[in-house]
């Protein structure tokens, strides 16, 4: 799934008791750094580099703080990210790749199911969205396969999706990345004024606001509270 890794630095988060680890260390990349901030799994991790000197290295931390470019230390081989992401953190963690995604050959990662169609999406679809235009904008993106719920333990509620992203030789516009944000931000203002409007309706329902007065208030808190969450967007990110 992960292509070619033959002379590669392959970043792994989230590598656990290193199931995919070994299978990584069985292809021919040159070296696999395994990011893992859980203490419990560190130790199975060292005896695991122990049996492969100079090719495995593990790097204790939280994968959000740590920079994949230069984990392990920085080195002149292309780099490659293959990880099954916790879900929780999937989304931020890509959103930080995108960012310097300069720095990798390719992003081999396992995401919930709903996510990766996002990834993938065309426009005019349901999943269509910011994180679409975001990543496709740098990368060529396909969805590989599906895993069941059941080829985990515990196993999750959801089924997961294996995606692998490939840089594009140059964006599909010029763009800065942040100004990008900013410009998906700008196109999805309206979406976050009709929420936020209809919010302020389904609350102040039982108040039966009736006077033109309320309405023109709601109207500029609806508008104030998406510039706010627009700002936020593409400040965060």
């Not at 990584?24 to 049996?51: F, K, M, S, Y």
């Not at 426009?123 to 235009?133: C, E, I, K, S």
């Not at 975001?134 to 985990?152: G, H, M, N, S």
């Not at 998906?184 to 102040?204: K, T």
Request: glycine letters at 8%.
């Amino acid at each position: 799934a992960a292509g070619d890794l033959a002379g590669m630095t392959v970043v792994e988060v989230g590598p656990g008791p290193g199931g995919l680890t070994r299978a990584l260390l069985e292809t021919a990349a040159e070296r696999v750094v395994a990011i893992e901030r859980d203490p419990r799994c560190i130790a199975a991790l060292a005896g695991l580099a122990a049996i492969h000197p100079g090719r495995l290295t593990v790097v204790e931390g939280d994968a959000l703080e740590i920079d994949a470019a230069s984990a392990g230390g920085a080195d002149s081989r292309p780099r490659a990210i293959v990880a099954n992401l916790p879900y929780n953190i999937a989304t931020p963690l890509l959103l930080g790749w995108l960012r310097q995604i300069d720095a990798f050959a390719s992003l081999t990662l396992m995401f919930q199911k709903e996510v990766a169609e996002r990834l993938a999406a065309t426009p005019r679809r349901h999943a269509y969205g910011r994180l679409t235009v975001i990543t496709q904008w740098l990368c060529d993106v396909r969805l590989l396969f599906d895993i069941a719920p059941q080829a985990f333990v515990p196993p999750p509620k959801v089924t997961s999706t294996v995606v692998r992203l490939v840089p594009r030789e140059t964006p599909l516009a010029a763009a800065e990345f942040a100004v990008k944000m900013l410009l998906v931000a700008l196109e999805y203002l309206p979406l976050f004024f009709v929420f936020y409007l209809a919010n302020s309706i389904r609350v102040n329902s039982a108040s039966r606001f009736t006077g033109q007065r309320e309405w023109v208030g709601m109207l500029i808190m609806g508008l104030g509270n998406s510039v706010g969450l627009m700002a936020t967007v593409a400040i965060q990110y």
